[in-house]
């Protein structure tokens, strides 16, 4: 059979790599088309290198923290390569001077060299962005499936009551949006109990400092200058116990996610943390919720 392309891996200063391969639409195309049990398990274990710092790791390294012999590691890796190139739209090969065979797995892989003759194995960059495009979609996809099939009070999640609070605070006051916050259901798990008790304190007691407080939170600032004002303003006129309650990231994401839920976003720090390892991306910065914010939108 003859090749239409034929791509070199090239070796230079320990690090082996060709062109580009395929493109960023062609990965994306064929992620999504994925259809079997088998395939779907490969690509698992791609993604463990996806979600490793910088997208790379060692197969020995990536056998010890999920299980796996070091030398499954590398054949499920070569033999999905194997695959993808197969359901391609383009003819290709893969040669490499050292050896006679045609080689598969820089179709997905940067390699190196490491020290103690380890190797290490790097997600193409191309591959990286239609990774992190067909885990977005897929997400959005099974999301919506659920809340089609079953609505927002699904076997996986109990969510109507969020919608319906920001639907009947948007554009409301300060102080209606902290009285029904801080009032509501505790099985709502929107606040814990104590912020709850802190602002309810702090209405009943200062409202207008209180108020005054989260209205910084509203200028038209980037939010990070906006939640140091938030909190320097919150520590001078609160209590220890109440500054410590009420000044965080959670309490301002659900109150400007009440004000204006079409920029906003209710927002709990685990779910960052289980979005980012979803994505295969670092946190950014000492606020999350900046970042959280970036990756919904």
């Not at 009943?204 to 990070?224: H, T």
Request: glycine content about 4%.
């Amino acid at each position: 059979m003859a090749y239409k392309i034929k791509y070199n891996l090239e070796k230079v200063d320990g690090v082996y790599r060709t062109e580009p391969i395929l493109q960023h639409s062609q990965w994306t195309n064929l992620l999504e088309n994925i259809d079997s049990t088998k395939h779907i398990r490969q690509l698992n274990v791609l993604l463990m290198f996806y979600r490793k710092p910088e997208h790379r790791s060692t197969c020995k390294h990536i056998g010890a923290e999920y299980s796996l012999n070091t030398d499954s590691v590398r054949s499920i890796i070569t033999n999905f390569c194997k695959y993808l190139k197969k359901q391609s739209d383009i003819d290709f090969s893969i040669e490499f001077n050292e050896s006679t065979e045609e080689i598969y797995w820089p179709i997905a892989m940067i390699g190196r060299e490491l020290p103690k003759g380890l190797f290490e194995w790097q997600v193409r960059p191309e591959l990286v962005s239609a990774i992190k495009e067909f885990l977005i979609k897929t997400l959005i996809t099974k999301y919506r499936n659920r809340v089609i099939n079953q609505g927002l009070n699904n076997e996986f999640t109990n969510e109507k009551y969020k919608w319906e609070l920001v639907s009947s605070l948007k554009g409301k006051d300060v102080k209606s949006i902290l009285k029904a916050i801080s009032n509501a259901d505790n099985s709502m798990n929107l606040l814990t109990w104590r912020t709850k008790d802190s602002i309810r304190e702090e209405l009943k007691n200062q409202p207008d400092k209180i108020i005054n407080c989260f209205e910084r939170l509203l200028q038209d600032k980037p939010f990070e200058e906006r939640f140091k004002e938030f909190k320097e303003y919150g520590k001078s006129v609160f209590g220890a116990n109440n500054a410590q309650k009420i000044l965080n990231e959670r309490t301002a994401a659900l109150f400007l996610a009440c004000f204006d839920p079409e920029t906003y976003a209710i927002y709990k720090p685990d779910l960052y943390k289980l979005t980012i390892k979803y994505l295969g991306i670092q946190s950014v910065g000492n606020l999350s919720y900046p970042h959280y914010l970036d990756i919904l939108k």
